[in-house]
């Protein structure tokens, strides 16, 4: 991991996403690029030339100041910061920019409090994921001392998704971690615990990896819906980070369907890292 993007407004939320990027920064030896996406109303494109040039030259300026306000922070002392500025908030410019800086890796805050569903289908955030091709960490707190000492990865043991395992794996290296594999079963779609070991041992061989030695490591975890899953068996086991597969055209709709319980969806505070699949 050589450079690390992360977006921001310069809201609380995008600042805690900045200090776990400079954690991770000071880890891996790696640099930042701090981009903010302005925002121009679309309005401005009909006034006159004056207006809009001066409509630019305040944005920039605010953006300037909130900049230096923002990369005077301590954390960020001793690591290699670019700044990169857009006058429109197009969001799959975000992957054109981690494309043009061989990006490894997007970190973001989130404003999500009411679940996982919630945190990512119609947000920001959820646009930036369902356009990105390298992996994107969602941070929904204040985190001083971010580490990750367990780790999930969910996953149905489709083939689409042994990219992202695979990427999944590389990236908890960085915390010597080998996360745990998830797979929810519900009643739409019931498996029996032989369907399920048989899928889940393809799914390793596919991987080139030892079934004996990762059999531990595989979760099959029964409840009604599947983000209910995931956040019932995340409380349980204490995970400190959740690993998703998506599909870059959809977004993360496919994967975390149907309605999420009142007494789950209010607590979903895990990091949670999505990764493109094949």
Same mark, same amino acid.
């Given at each position: 991991?050589? &450079?690390?993007?992360?977006?921001?407004? *310069?809201?609380?939320?995008?600042?805690?996403?900045?200090?776990?990027? /400079?954690?991770?920064?000071?880890k891996q030896n790696a640099k930042i690029i701090v981009l903010h996406?302005?925002?121009?109303?679309?309005?401005?494109?009909?006034?006159?030339?004056?207006?809009?040039?001066?409509?630019?030259?305040?944005?920039?300026?605010?953006?300037?100041?909130?900049?230096?306000?923002?990369?005077?922070?301590?954390?960020?002392?001793?690591?290699?910061?670019?700044?990169?500025?857009?006058?429109?908030?197009?969001?799959?410019?975000? !992957?054109?920019?981690?494309?043009?800086?061989?990006?490894?890796?997007?970190?973001?805050?989130?404003?999500? &409090?009411?679940?996982?569903?919630?945190?990512?289908?119609?947000?920001?955030?959820?646009?930036?994921?369902?356009?990105?091709?390298?992996?994107?960490?969602?941070?929904?707190?204040?985190?001083?001392?971010?580490?990750?000492?367990? /780790?999930?990865?969910?996953?149905?043991?489709?083939?689409?998704?042994?990219?992202?395992?695979?990427?999944?794996?590389? *990236? @908890?290296?960085?915390?010597?971690?080998?996360?745990?594999?998830?797979?929810?079963?519900?009643?739409?779609? @019931?498996?029996?615990?032989?369907?399920?070991?048989?899928?889940?041992?393809?799914?390793?061989?596919?991987?080139?990896?030892?079934?004996?030695?990762?059999?531990?490591?595989?979760?099959?975890?029964?409840?009604?819906?599947?983000?209910?899953?995931?956040?019932?068996?995340?409380?349980?086991?204490?995970?400190?980070?959740?690993?998703?597969?998506?599909?870059?055209?959809?977004?993360?709709?496919?994967?975390?369907?149907?309605?999420?319980?009142? !007494?789950?969806?209010?607590? /979903?505070?895990?990091?949670?890292?999505?990764?493109?699949?094949?």
């Amino acid at each position: 991991m050589k &450079t690390i993007l992360v977006p921001v407004d *310069f809201s609380s939320h995008s600042e805690y996403a900045l200090e776990v990027a /400079a954690s991770l920064a000071r880890k891996q030896n790696a640099k930042i690029i701090v981009l903010h996406m302005m925002g121009m109303h679309d309005s401005y494109l009909t006034k006159d030339e004056k207006q809009e040039v001066f409509n630019a030259i305040y944005f920039m300026k605010l953006a300037k100041q909130k900049f230096e306000e923002l990369l005077n922070k301590d954390f960020l002392k001793g690591i290699e910061v670019t700044e990169v500025v857009k006058t429109h908030k197009v969001f799959s410019e975000i !992957n054109e920019v981690a494309r043009e800086y061989e990006v490894d890796l997007i970190v973001m805050g989130s404003h999500g &409090t009411t679940g996982m569903k919630e945190v990512f289908v119609g947000s920001n955030t959820e646009k930036v994921v369902r356009t990105s091709d390298v992996p994107v960490l969602v941070i929904k707190e204040h985190i001083t001392d971010f580490k990750i000492d367990k /780790a999930v990865f969910v996953t149905d043991f489709n083939i689409e998704t042994l990219k992202s395992f695979i990427s999944a794996r590389n *990236f @908890f290296r960085v915390f010597n971690v080998e996360p745990q594999i998830l797979f929810i079963n519900i009643p739409e779609k @019931f498996m029996s615990t032989s369907e399920m070991e048989l899928k889940a041992y393809n799914f390793l061989i596919d991987a080139g990896m030892d079934n004996k030695e990762f059999k531990d490591r595989i979760t099959f975890y029964d409840d009604y819906t599947t983000e209910r899953g995931i956040y019932n068996f995340c409380n349980e086991a204490q995970i400190d980070a959740i690993a998703i597969p998506t599909h870059g055209r959809k977004g993360l709709g496919h994967f975390f369907f149907g309605s999420i319980g009142e !007494n789950v969806a209010n607590h /979903a505070n895990v990091p949670v890292i999505t990764f493109k699949m094949s």
